[in-house]
């Protein structure tokens, strides 16, 4: 079976640093990816692991435990416009299965 | 096109009625996903379709939902007979062969009254 877990919600401020998990236990594994979904919108692409380590991509960054079966996005200096759903996938037999995603608040 | 294109954007059906719901995929994107989102949920993984091999159908919750992709390019899901549970929204993404970035389109709402 497939199983994808992240916090359904998580709460920052403005300029903070906040971490989202996500753990994942499935049957195969070819990458891990992470996207952002604004309320109503479609799901935009942050990022791509497929080896153990850190992904820096501006002031996201995507880290990958492949032994934990564990990864994380981090993202800093946040602002207003990341309120957002984050959503954490594993690629597996060509497809996306995707977890719960973690609903992101930025307060001021 | 420049994106995943979806129509139509909304859709109210009466419970029983069939619908069909419309993907163009990116030009040259061989791969072709359809995945629900119903609200306040994840996406929730249905067809994949890749070049001329079978698609892979192991999401879709029942046989009254159907998809096909004519020329390997747009592709059409079909939901029959539909049912108050199946109001959600219904994403459409593509991928170019051994590509890792998939692009969403901005889906379909679909509301069974």
């Known amino acids: 079976g497939q199983n994808i877990d992240q916090p359904t919600e998580m709460t920052a401020t403005e300029g903070a640093i906040v971490q989202i998990n996500c753990t994942y236990q499935?049957?195969?594994?070819?990458?891990l990816f992470w996207y952002q979904q604004h309320a109503g919108e479609a799901p935009t692409f942050l990022s791509y692991?497929?080896?153990?380590g850190l992904e820096e991509k501006g002031r996201f960054s995507s880290f990958l435990s492949r032994s934990k079966g564990y990864s994380y996005l981090l993202l800093k200096e946040l602002q207003m416009k990341d309120s957002a759903s984050y959503l954490c996938?594993?690629?597996?037999?060509?497809?996306?299965?995707f977890g719960q995603g973690t609903t992101l608040q930025v307060k001021p | 096109g420049a994106g995943v294109s979806q129509s139509p954007s909304n859709k109210v059906t009466e419970k029983g009625k069939d619908v069909e719901l419309r993907c163009d995929p990116i030009?040259?994107?061989?791969?072709l996903y359809w995945y629900r989102q119903s609200l306040g949920q994840g996406l929730e993984f249905l067809i994949y379709?890749?070049?001329?091999?079978?698609?892979?159908k192991s999401g879709l919750p029942s046989d009254r939902f159907s998809a096909e992709r004519t020329g390997g390019s747009v592709s059409t899901l079909t939901i029959q007979r539909t049912q108050q549970e199946d109001s959600a929204v219904y994403l459409c993404a593509s991928t170019e062969q051994g590509g890792k970035g998939y692009t969403f389109g901005s889906g379909t709402r679909l509301t069974v009254v």
């Open positions: 499935t049957s195969g594994f070819n990458g």
């Open positions: 996938a594993v690629e597996h037999t060509g497809k996306l299965i």
């Open positions: 379709f890749q070049g001329n091999s079978a698609p892979d």
């Open positions: 030009s040259g994107h061989t791969a």
């Open positions: 692991n497929v080896l153990d």
